[in-house]
Every structure is written in structure tokens, then in C-alpha cells.
């Protein structure tokens, strides 16, 4: 299979909000998987929650069959229930279309995927379910509203130009201490 170079018109956007955090791209190396590799690669995720239950940060390897050395990312992030009724939060790292046209033009030919490390935090709740502030139960109140603290699970996305070949992993959010 040939890859052939995206244009602005076969690009579809990853769902989820876009976050406005820092951003920090370390390239870490590459993997030589031979020309006959064809499947697309999973991302490798951490994610581990702060202190005071505010915000998670979250360390992905990502990798991509590039020759360019370094790659912009941007980053989506969409809550959702798992398939075992965890609370999540789903990223979608990707790049904008001119360096999705650039990654199509600088394909490497033997089928070297370079390694990059992306690093971000998030606190953001936008998307995040709203309930009544508190539900009574018998003598007692729960709060129903979904914060940070009550994310279990994290799955991250190198978004692909096409969905079908992007693939999610997903990782338990760790604590600080």
C-alpha cells in the first residue's frame, strides 16, 4: 500500500474541544519497521493526576512515518463513559492540514517512523456532563457534578487524515504521590 498525500479536502477533524494548553514536542528517535509494515501504530500513553485532584498531565510517545524532525501538534479533548461505565477523557493528538500535507510529502521510503514525545496538562471540564449540583439520598448528599478528580481513564489518539486508521489506547490515571 502506497500512502498518497492528503489534501485539504480528504482531511476530517478529530471531535472534542481543542485545548489551549502548552504543548512541548520532544523528538525521542525512530523505529524501522520494514517495508512490508502496514498497520498503524498505537500511541503510548501516561497520564497522572496532580496533587490536588486538579488537572491531569498526560505524556504520550506517538509515532510517525516522517522524515521531517519535528512535528506540531495540536490536541482535542472529548469526555466519555468507557465501555465499563468509567468516566474518561479521550485525546485526539493531530497536526494542522499545511503540515499533514508536509508529513504526505516527506513519507520516509523504507518505512522509518520517527518518535515523538508529546507532553500536555489539562483541566478543562468543557463537555463534561451537568447534573443537578447535589442528589439527596437518604440522609446523605452526593455531588453529581464530573470534575477532574473523578477521571479514571485516559485514552489518546494520533489522529490520522482518515478516522479508520487512527488508534486509541487507553491508561488509568495514576496520582502524583
Do not use: H
Request: proline letters at 7%; hydrophobic letters at 35%; charged letters at 20%.
Amino acid at each position: 500500500m502506497i500512502p498518497t498525500i492528503p489534501t485539504k479536502k480528504d482531511i476530517i477533524n478529530p471531535p472534542g474541544t481543542q485545548l489551549n494548553t502548552e504543548i512541548i514536542v520532544t523528538p525521542t528517535g525512530y523505529l524501522d519497521l520494514g517495508a512490508t509494515f502496514e498497520q498503524p501504530l498505537p500511541t503510548l500513553p501516561q497520564a497522572i493526576r496532580n496533587e490536588n485532584n486538579s488537572s491531569i498531565t498526560v505524556s504520550v510517545i506517538v509515532l510517525v512515518n516522517t522524515t521531517l524532525e519535528l512535528l506540531t501538534f495540536k490536541i482535542n479533548q472529548l469526555f466519555t463513559i468507557s465501555n465499563n461505565g468509567e468516566r474518561q477523557l479521550q485525546f485526539f493528538i493531530y497536526c494542522d492540514e499545511e503540515q499533514l500535507i508536509s508529513i504526505g510529502e516527506n513519507l520516509s521510503t523504507n518505512n522509518t517512523y520517527k518518535s515523538f514525545k508529546v507532553n500536555f496538562t489539562t483541566n478543562n471540564t468543557t463537555g463534561f456532563p451537568i447534573g443537578p449540583e447535589k442528589v439527596v439520598y437518604p440522609e446523605r448528599y452526593i455531588s453529581s457534578k464530573i470534575e477532574i478528580k473523578d477521571i479514571n481513564l485516559v485514552e489518546t489518539f494520533l489522529w490520522d487524515i482518515d478516522p479508520k486508521t487512527s488508534r486509541g489506547t487507553v491508561t488509568s490515571v495514576g496520582s502524583a504521590v
